[in-house]
């Protein structure tokens, strides 16, 4: 859990906003964001598959898997997996038709529909992370219940 929360908290609030301030052009930081997100959204499904297949090995029943915790995992994958198959791949397709974000006229509806998109998945991001502090809350209750 510590290693999807860290990465995306790493990527939201250190290399996204470093990317802008200190590459030549908005469109190689937003390739170099774009790279990186896809990246962590595998890390982060592996991690969600990870986690929720040791509670089941851990409690021996797959009702452990309809408790609060594990449906915020359940959650944090769900949402990533839509990032990453719905909306990312639409705002590809969008910076390819464009050719260039920078180069693209502000009132262009190309732009318009891509910053639609990226407030999604701004949104998207942020679900994921709210449902893995909540998560890890959560499971750090129980452990401490268990004891």
Do not use: N
Request: proline fraction near 3%.
């Amino acid at each position: 859990m510590s290693l999807w929360l860290g990465s995306d908290v790493f990527l939201s609030f250190v290399v996204a906003p470093g990317a802008f301030r200190i590459l030549a052009s908005r469109d190689s930081a937003g390739a170099m964001v774009g790279f990186g997100l896809s990246r962590m959204h595998m890390i982060g499904v592996v991690c969600g598959i990870a986690i929720l297949l040791a509670r089941v090995l851990r409690t021996r029943t797959f009702s452990s898997l309809a408790v609060p915790a594990a449906l915020c995992v359940v959650l944090m994958i769900g949402l990533t997996v839509v990032s990453q198959h719905a909306v990312s791949p639409k705002m590809a397709a969008l910076r390819t038709q464009m050719g260039s974000i920078q180069a693209t006229a502000a009132d262009s509806p190309l732009i318009a529909e891509f910053s639609r998109l990226h407030r999604i998945s701004v949104s998207l991001e942020s679900g994921v992370l709210l449902a893995g502090f909540a998560a890890m809350y959560l499971m750090v209750r129980e452990l401490g219940a268990g004891r």
